[in-house]
C-alpha cells in the first residue's frame, strides 16, 4: 500500500521531507519518519529520497509504511437515504469518519469510496461525527461543486441536527431548555496522550455556543433520554454542555459520564438532519434509528 500527500500549491518554502511529513502526519515523530526515509520507503515525485530531500509546493509525497495493525473498528453503517447528488449514512459508535492515525482503511470515507458495493469513489462527507458518536453523516457524491453546495448549508446554519443523549439521572429541567456557554479548549486537562477536553463556562471566554434540550422521557432504571438540538457547531459540544449541567453523557469517560460500565462508548446518537434539499426545493428529513446499545442503556438490560 503506498499513501500519497499533494501539497498544495500556495505552500510556501520548501522544507525537508521529514518536516513536511512530521508536521502533516503526526502519528509519526520526525526522528521515525527520518528512519523511514532511511529505508527507502518515502518518494517525492516518485522519486525515492534522503534525509536531504526537499518537498514544496506542487510537490507529491508517498510513502509506503511497515507492516502494521490498525485499530479495530466498527464498520457496520448502513446508507439510509440517497438521491442522484447525495447519500447518507448511520455511523455505528467506534468509526472515525476520517483517516487518522493508523485507520487508513478502517474509516467510513475509505470504506465508502473503496470498499462498498458499488464504491462511491467521489463521496465527500459535508460533516462529522466524533469517533464514538453514531447516527446520520452527509455524503456529497462529487467532491468538488455538489460537495460546496451541500457544505453552504452547514455554513449557513440552514441544517437542523437533532441528537439522542442518553444521561444517568433523573433530568427535571422543565423543556426546551438553553444551555448558552462559550466552549473553549480545557487548558487544565492533562497533557500527553490524553483525550482533547473543551470546557463550558459563562465567562465569555471561547467561541459562542448555543444547545437546546427539546425534550426529555424518564426510565426506571435511572437514566433519561435526551432530545439535544445544538444550534451552533463547536467540537465536543453536547458532551461539554451537558456535563457543565450535571448530565454527562452516559459512558461519557472525557467528560464524567463513567460512573458505570452499560456502554463502551458515549451514548449520543446523531438522530436526524432536517434541510431543504438544494437541488429539488423540498423539505428533507433523515433519521438514523437509536442503535441497540443505547437502547440497552434505557432499557436496563
Same mark, same amino acid.
Not at 487544565?188 to 448555543?210: H, L, T, W
Given at each position: ?61 508517498? =510513502? ?16 439510509? =437515504? ?27 470515507? =475509505? ?51 437533532? =441528537? ?138
Amino acid at each position: 500500500m503506498i499513501f500519497t500527500s499533494k501539497i498544495p500549491d500556495n505552500a510556501g518554502t520548501p522544507v525537508a521531507a521529514a518536516d513536511y511529513l512530521s508536521g502533516r502526519f503526526t502519528y509519526h515523530s520526525k526522528e521515525e519518519w527520518k528512519e523511514l526515509i532511511r529505508e527507502g520507503r518515502v518518494f517525492v515525485n516518485n522519486v525515492r529520497c534522503d534525509e536531504e530531500s526537499l518537498a514544496g509546493a506542487g510537490d507529491t509525497v508517498a =510513502y509506503e509504511p511497515r507492516d502494521f495493525e490498525e485499530p479495530a473498528a466498527n464498520l457496520s453503517y448502513s446508507i439510509i =437515504y440517497e438521491d442522484e447528488w447525495m447519500l447518507c449514512v448511520n455511523k455505528p459508535g467506534n468509526l472515525l469518519v476520517h483517516r487518522a492515525g493508523k485507520s487508513f482503511r478502517n474509516n467510513l470515507v =475509505y470504506q465508502l469510496r473503496h470498499i462498498h458495493a458499488p464504491p462511491y469513489p467521489n463521496c465527500h462527507p459535508i460533516h462529522r461525527l466524533d469517533r464514538d458518536t453514531s447516527g446520520t453523516v452527509l455524503f456529497a457524491k462529487n467532491a468538488g461543486y455538489g460537495a460546496a453546495v451541500l457544505g453552504n448549508l452547514f455554513r449557513d446554519n440552514l441544517v437542523i441536527k437533532r =441528537y439522542a443523549a442518553a444521561v444517568r439521572g433523573c433530568f427535571d429541567i422543565e423543556t426546551p431548555f438553553c444551555i448558552d456557554k462559550p466552549i473553549a479548549p480545557d487548558s487544565s486537562a492533562a497533557a500527553g496522550n490524553a483525550p482533547c477536553r473543551f470546557m463550558a463556562d459563562e465567562s465569555g471566554n471561547g467561541k459562542p455556543a448555543c444547545t437546546v434540550i427539546e425534550g426529555t422521557r424518564r426510565f426506571n432504571n435511572g437514566y433519561s433520554l435526551l432530545t439535544v438540538r445544538p444550534l451552533t457547531g463547536r467540537t465536543h459540544q453536547i458532551r461539554a454542555h451537558l456535563a457543565s449541567i450535571g448530565f454527562p453523557v452516559a459512558g461519557d469517560s472525557v467528560y464524567g459520564g463513567d460512573s458505570d460500565n452499560n456502554i463502551r462508548r458515549q451514548a449520543l446518537h446523531c438522530e436526524s438532519l432536517s434541510f431543504i434539499h438544494p437541488y429539488t426545493n423540498i423539505e428533507c428529513t433523515i433519521t438514523a434509528p437509536l442503535p441497540d446499545d443505547i437502547i440497552t442503556v434505557i432499557d436496563g438490560v
